[in-house]
């Protein structure tokens, strides 16, 4: 049953189960299938993989609690676009959200849609198209190209048909993703032909560091990015006070479980050196533990998984530019709901436009560091936030932190610790997020004078209007 629509215009009908399901869904696909053969390559080892994926998953329970306590308390959506707007003012705020459009949506997005392609059809594809600057490959369009730019497509018309049609999508993408994880985890360890012993092995030659474990963590990190996906709906969730945090918190500890067990069964499968590298490291655990026929059939089952989280960010991501919009920061057609269908059918086109452009432009393990770096700094600011909003607007009755301060102090630093050995050894990347941030806010004083100046017009408008009324009485 449809509830009453609240200030702007979205209706509250998701429950605690699907803001559970799009919480798993935002967090389980594209990295902990894809990311795994790029961490062992920095740690060298099974058992540092595991203490990785321990770690970052803790990062993101700490993430999940006090986005839990801002959600309850700032019920909107937006997301971190709402929460920096109060506790920081406009500029932190539009900023969030740009990184949200080119950072935290398109860009995941498009590696989903790139890992969904080479799942599905490989990811060794002559390009039928390349520009290259300096050597360096800018923009390719390849037979790999199609599947992932179908997918975005098709998905992003999904959920502008309706909330409820994108809710079932989502539900039913979500359930065969959880039983398809759930099910290659218990079939691995039973039937597979694999050998524990890799888990305690080692890469000959790797030299495994501390800074090694922080740019391991950037690729964690954006396997487990999702955690904060209900937040971005706050406007929409029934009784977001209790079915927010729970939510975030409980959707976040069964992923953790989850990513455990499945790098456990890699590793049962493969070893590590082996593993080295590798992008479709699902495909090749199938292989070795059932076959090559099981393995190309779990390769496409992974693909149609990858819909999941491709799905999930399609239906989160648009409502951060609708609240931008909402507020005159940013592209007004934006902020436009369907007069039938009740969904901000603009923005979700918008950030469809963007994932496509990303797809063609972007090399897969430079966009995960790109993408993980840059979601660092914004999720770590937000994060500082809840001091300041705790201070100005404390609230008893609203979900507190658990934990408080430690909880956040131990995100906040977990992440710095990430930003910091990630610009020492990734300093090109770094230099594109960077950029993305300086553009931000090129952007941000063009939409503010414009926003300054529509208001001053109405202003003049009404005082004018005001003094003709009193001469004519």
Known sequence: MNQKPTENGLSRDIGLSSALVLVIANMVGTGVFTTTGFIIGELGGGLSLLACWLVGGLFALAGALCYGELGARLPRAGGEYIYLHRAFGPLPAFLSGWISLIVGFSAPIAAAAIAFSAYLVGSDSTPWFAFELGGLQIFRISPASLPACAAVVLLSLVHCHSLGFGKWVQNILTLFKLLLIIGFILLGFWLGQGDMAHITQTIPDALPGVGGFAVALVFVSFAYSGWNAAAYLGSEIRNPGRNLPLALTLGTMIVIALYLLLNMAFLYAVPPERMQGILEVGELAATVLFGQS?????????????????????????????????????????????????????????????????????????????????????????????????????????????????????????????????????????????????????????????????????????????RSFMTSN
């Open 294 to 466: 099981a393995g190309t059939l779990f390769g496409v089952a992974v693909a149609i998984g990858l819909l999941s989280v491709m799905s999930a960010m399609i239906m989160a991501g648009p409502r951060v530019y609708f609240a931008m919009a909402r507020d005159g920061l940013f592209f007004p057609g934006l902020a436009r709901i369907h007069v039938n269908r009740k969904t901000p059918s603009r923005a979700i086109l918008f950030q469809g436009a963007m994932a496509l452009v990303m797809i063609m432009v972007s090399a897969f393990d430079q966009l995960l560091i790109y993408i993980g770096f840059t979601l660092s700094l914004s999720a770590t600011l937000t994060v500082a936030g809840l001091f300041r909003l705790r201070r100005r607007y404390d609230s008893p009755d609203t979900f507190r932190c658990p934990g408080y301060p430690l909880v956040p102090l131990f995100f906040i630093a977990g992440n710095l610790w990430i930003i910091i050995y990630t610009v020492i050894s990734r300093p090109l990347t770094v230099l594109f997020g960077v950029s993305t941030i300086l553009v931000g806010a090129g952007l941000y004083s063009i939409f503010r004078r414009r926003c300054n100046t529509t208001l001053s017009n109405r202003c003049v408008r009404v005082e004018t209007k005001g």
